[in-house]
């Protein structure tokens, strides 16, 4: 079922395929953008994406103007989608001025879709350190005046608010959660404009998001669950060791050490035993030798030097390793978290290969669920049957808040 010979074109195309269910696109419109894109060809990518993303763009405008306003709200959503989509491939430092006109254009895109409709989402900027995390409350469908059970929502290593709305959001709207998304240091403006880059100790972020929560009118303070994905299945343990405010969390992929994922990469790369128990020193000699193989290979140039160095502030590969070294939690930091914890792993999925060890060290009640290949919801993060993933997820936590589900 691949669309390209390029891991890099595969992945965004598949991650596009992921949204679909909540009309992030259809298989059709990944078809037509695909025979628009050279081989391994960025430029092409992010013209195909972009180009088409526009053209609903227009179509959203034109509805708009006659008053149909739930086809101009699927428009832009769906145009915010394409054109995340589109950019990530050209992820790097320095920016890349197409990078930063199409981040630009989707979100407000995503903000024309937010302020369309008969229950407009509600932008919130959380004072954090400062500057202010991006925020949008909305409300659940068919409960937008009731006080309700609230999900914050937030990101991983690379997504930002708009793809997180059709990764977590969307679903939970449609549960009857309300839904408060936001962005952090290393993701959307904060880093695209701001520079700021990921941090390890992410309750230093999520805290000012559960403060801005309790504020708002609609929320039931005493059900907020967190649930992140991706990298954030690490974020989400971590924030809860030190935020007690939490009723819920769900990690989805767990994620209880992410550097030493990075270890058997060295090692594979050539890297001797002597040299990866000296890490994050590294040789001179041995970094040459490991960024000559990473610049050669598509997929682990893009993960290492373009997501990796940028987001994580990372100069060089020895900065970079050292950076993700911190990103690990001991049994005794999540032997702190309070609130009972929802632990998935997905078969093939190497993000999620410590997901076990981070769920045997919870001293809370909490469930493991492995989603398989049997589903088609192997892959990370469930990738291609996000649907099941989320309808698995929600059924427990409606079970753990004790949530009477919308309609």
């Not at 419109?29 to 894109?37: D, I, N």
């Not at 407000?108 to 932008?123: I, L, Q, R, S, Y």
């Not at 992410?202 to 907020?224: F, H, M, S």
Request: glycine residues 8%; negative net charge.
């Amino acid at each position: 079922m691949a669309f390209f010979q390029d891991p890099v074109h595969e992945a965004f195309a598949r991650w596009a395929i992921g949204s679909a269910p909540y009309g992030g696109v259809d298989y059709g419109e990944v078809g037509a953008m695909v025979a628009q894109v050279k081989p391994a060809d960025d430029a092409s990518f992010f013209d195909a994406f972009s180009n088409f993303a526009k053209r609903r763009i227009d179509e959203g405008d034109a509805a708009l103007a006659k008053g149909h306003e739930v086809t101009a709200r699927e428009c832009y959503l769906r145009a915010a989608m394409l054109l995340g989509l589109g950019y990530h491939p050209l992820f790097g430092k320095p920016v890349d001025p197409r990078l930063l006109a199409a981040f630009r254009l989707m979100m407000a895109t995503f903000d024309k879709a937010m302020a369309t409709g008969k229950h407009p989402g509600e932008k919130i900027h959380v004072r954090y350190e400062g500057t202010t995390l991006p925020a949008y409350f909305l409300r659940a469908e068919g409960y937008e005046d009731a006080v309700r059970p609230t999900i914050l929502v937030g990101g991983g290593w690379d997504s930002t608010v708009v793809e997180n709305y059709f990764g977590v959001g969307a679903a939970a709207l449609r549960r009857g959660y309300h839904v408060l998304l936001h962005d952090g240091p290393g993701q959307g403006r904060l880093l695209i404009e701001e520079g700021l880059p990921l941090r390890h100790d992410w309750e230093k972020v999520v805290t000012r998001v559960v403060d801005a929560a309790l504020k708002l009118e609609g929320v039931d303070p005493k059900r907020i669950a967190y649930q992140p994905w991706s990298l954030g299945g690490y974020m989400a343990p971590r924030v809860a060791a030190f935020e007690p405010r939490l009723a819920a969390l769900i990690c989805d992929p767990g994620q209880i050490d992410v550097g030493s994922k990075i270890l058997p990469v060295m090692k594979l790369l050539g890297l001797s035993d002597a040299a990866i128990a000296r890490l994050p020193d590294l040789a001179t000699d041995d970094e040459a030798t490991l960024m000559k193989i990473i610049n050669g290979n598509r997929m682990l140039h893009w993960q290492i030097v373009q997501r990796g160095f940028w987001t994580n502030g990372a100069s060089d590969l020895a900065s970079f390793i050292a950076e993700m070294l911190k990103w690990k939690l001991d049994a005794a930091t999540v032997a702190q978290i309070r609130c009972p914890t929802l632990v998935t792993a997905a078969d093939g999925d190497r993000a999620s290969t410590n997901a076990r060890e981070l769920f045997d060290a919870l001293k809370v009640p909490k469930t493991f669920v492995q989603f398989s290949a049997a589903d088609g919801a192997d892959q990370h993060c469930a990738q291609l049957n996000r649907s099941f993933a989320n309808r698995v997820k929600l059924d427990w936590l409606d079970a753990t808040l004790g949530h009477e589900t919308a309609h």
